[in-house]
């Protein structure tokens, strides 16, 4: 059964930094592009980037461009989600999920339970 977990949430200040981690069992992340998304109270899941499975590729969108880095450790079976510099609405749960060979916004998995951020002084 394949199972994704979400850790290193948490409350930061804003302009603060945090560093989100996706772990599975049952699958190897590095066969699949990862996507991390987020959704905030009465809004929809939406993705905030993705590292492709070939070559290590990222895409962001505009909103997190230049304030959030994905990278991988596979020989520890793991996705980063580096947020740095981070807003009020930043505030969401974030999740991660293997979208397939290519980045996409549907997982091919069951969803984590995510993680919570929360960006308030």
């Known amino acids: 059964q394949v199972q994704f977990v979400e850790s290193g949430g948490g409350l930061v200040q804003p302009g603060g930094s945090l560093r989100l981690s996706c772990t599975a069992s049952?699958?190897?992340?590095?066969?699949?592009?990862i996507g991390w998304f987020r959704q905030a109270p009465g809004k929809e899941r939406e993705g905030v980037g993705c590292?492709?499975?070939?070559?290590?590729?990222?895409y962001y969108p505009d909103s997190v461009t230049g304030r959030f880095t994905i990278s991988r450790d596979n020989a520890k079976n793991t996705v980063y989600l580096q947020m740095n510099n981070l807003k009020p609405e930043d505030t969401a749960v974030y999740y991660c999920?293997?979208?397939?060979?290519?980045?996409?916004?549907?997982?091919?998995?069951?969803w984590g339970k995510g993680t919570l951020v929360t960006v308030s002084s």
């Open positions: 049952g699958v190897t992340l590095a066969d699949y592009a």
């Open positions: 999920a293997a979208t397939g060979f290519y980045c996409s916004s549907r997982s091919l998995f069951d």
């Open positions: 590292i492709a499975s070939a070559e290590n590729k990222t």
